[in-house]
């Protein structure tokens, strides 16, 4: 049996405390928000679910950058994800970043990147010292694969990305306080080949887990239209496999796995308000605000820009957000929001915990029992909520 360490639903409980305040009042402060230093990418995969917005080749300068770690603190947030919008690593006061909020704060940090730029800007030491987890988006087990899919701008970059891989390995190896490094595979069909070689590749390497996820098709790539079931039914026998070869080190994100297969036409989503995103919004390299990294580059789902007021004003301003979700919930009623999006899974565990608020008839001992049972959930931290 897989020990599922990917798990939204329970690092939402984890955090009822939070969840209570939005159950109660309609607002909380976030638990976790995602930043995109930059909008930049020195790939460009095909499978990318924000390919829409490099063009832009925006990035937060440092003042901005900085007032923003100082903000995200103030607001009491308990983890930030410094991901993309583009490569974040691409941002060269990330560092400073990450130096600002970890030697400031108790805030938990991780990050997603392609890993090829590490050593540009020589983030190894800041990284171990300051993150809870880093994950490499790898997606290939050969140096062909990977140029072809990842179409990288240098046929070097996977020997970079490996050497910079190992190096952070050796680095985390010598720390007192290790951090978890993983390498990820999103599986589509243009690496499903890979799967195997993926999984003997990492199996002899020093990382804490290997992370196989499915591909998830945005809005601006084929209508949104996801892979269909007969698909991921061939890509289950190779996971097997891989699951064999990696041991405890196999991870798989099978709460996407089972709502592409088992609900093809609406993937799950039985939820009627995007609760998860009111706890896990994200910063767009632009500066913007937004409901979720799925809408990012999107003006009209921004909450405004931190150009213009304070993390903590923008949040605060309650009015502004309730008219965006209106008009995602209520008026589109998702229809220009990405199936299996960000905060997919945590909206429906929060939707759930919300219509049994509302219908409670004591509603001080349901919360009272679902606040006992987030003291006791586990959780790690390897991604978002």
Known sequence: MVRRIFDPQAKV??????????????????????????????HTCDFCLSSYVHAGKQMLPEDVLLRLCDDLIRAEVRGINWTGGGEPTVNPF??????RVGESSEVKMGMFTNGTLLDRFDLFEA????????????DAGSPDTYNRIRRTRSDGDWDRMMA???????????????????????????????????ARLFQGMNVAYCQFKPEIVNLERDEGIQRKVKFWNMAGGLLRE?????????????????????????FGRCYRKCLGSQLSPCVGADGEVYVCPNLRGRREYSFGSIYERSF?????????????????EEK????????????????????KLHEEYHSAVDKAAWLADKESIGKITQVDHKSSI
């Open 164 to 198: 910079n891989l190992t190096r952070l390995i050796e680095v985390n190896s010598h720390s007192p306080h290790p951090i978890d490094i993983g390498v990820g595979f999103v599986i589509t069909p243009s690496n499903i080949c890979d799967v195997l070689d993926f």
């Open 94 to 99: 990330l560092k400073k970043a990450i130096i």
């Open 312 to 328: 903590v004003d923008i949040w605060h301003d309650t009015a502004t957000r309730r008219a965006v979700m209106e008009r995602i």
């Open 13 to 42: 409980l984890a955090n009822f405390d939070r969840v209570r305040t939005l159950l109660e009042t309609s607002t909380a402060n976030p638990i976790l928000v995602e930043v995109d230093p930059s909008n930049v990418c020195n």
């Open 332 to 351: 589109e009623k998702f229809a220009f929001c990405t199936q299996l999006c960000k905060p997919h899974e945590s909206n429906k565990v929060l939707w």
């Open 127 to 138: 990284v171990v010292e300051h993150f809870s987890w880093v994950r490499f988006s790898v």
């Open 242 to 266: 891989a699951h064999h070869i990696l041991g405890d080190k196999f991870q798989l994100n099978e709460y996407k796995l089972d709502d592409l297969s088992a609900d093809p036409e609406h």
